[in-house]
C-alpha cells in the first residue's frame, strides 16, 4: 500500500507549484508529511514507492509526474542514512548487472557544502552576501531572481550554475545553509557556522536524493510553514494553508532520518540517459 497522493494540503515549499485538484486537494510533492503522520502514530521505520507531482516541472530533468522512493529510518543519524543509501545503491547496481548499465558501487566523494564553495568559489556560503554571490556567475544565472529573492535563492543559483555540473561521479553534499533547511533540523558546527542537518547524492551533475535529520518540532514547524507563505506571497505565489494532520502529530514525531530519492533519475544515472523522458 501507498499514502494518498490527495491531500487536503500541498506543501508551501516556495519553489514547488503545487497542482491542485479542483476542491478536492492537492496532489503531493512527496509523500513525506502523510508518512510523518504515520511515524508519529507508529514509531518503525516505513519505506513506500509511489508517483509525486510537481508542477511546472517539463524539462531535460523534470517531469510533472514521477516515481519516488522514500524512507525513514528510526533512531538513525544521517550518517547511518548514508551507509544505508549507499548498500542499497550497491543492491540495485548488482541486481541490474546484466543490462547495460553504469553501476553505483560507492559513494567515495563526500563534501560539505563550505568545502564545495571554497574550494570553486573561494567564498563561506555561510557568511557571504547576495551581491558577492550575484558577482560569481553571469548576469543571465540570476537575471530571474527579483528584489524579493532570498539569499537562499541566490546560493541556490550559484551552485546549480558553479558547482553542481562538476559533481559527475557519485558525491553526498552535506551541511548545507541553514537558509535551506525546507524539514531538516539545524546545527551549530565547532567552527560557528549554521546549518541545516542533511545531504544531497548528486550523479552526473543532477540531484538523486534529498535526506534530513528529520524536525520533530511543532513551533518550528509552524515558523517555517509562515516564512515560506510569506516568501509565495512576495514572489506572487498562491498561499497554502497548514497542513494541521501533521502540525497535529509532529511533536511525536521519533527521532529519526528521512530520505527522498528520484527513481526516473536514478534509472537515468544507471543507464547514462540525457533526458528523463527517455526514462
Known sequence: MTTATLRSAGSSEVHLENIQVGRQGYLQTSPEYAMKCLLAKHPLSIFQICPAYRGGEIGRRHQMEFQMLEWYRCGYSL??????????LKHVS???AEYNIQPIIRINERYSYREL?????????????VTVLAGLVSPEITAHLDEHATLGDYLDAVFSDAIEPRLLAPTIVYDFPACQAALAETKQLKNGDLVSDRFELYVGGIEIA?????LGDGQELIRRFASNNRQRQLSGKPIIEDDMELLAVIDDLPKCAGIALGIDRLTMALRG???????
Open 117 to 129: 564553495f571554497e574550494k570553486h568559489l573561494k567564498v563561506n556560503p555561510h557568511s557571504v552576501d
Open 273 to 279: 540517459l540525457e533526458d528523463i523522458a527517455a526514462v
Open 210 to 214: 534529498n535526506a534530513y535529520q528529520e
Open 79 to 88: 550518517a547511518e542514512l548514508m551507509s544505508d543509501l549507499q548498500a542499497m
Open 94 to 96: 548488482a541486481q541490474m
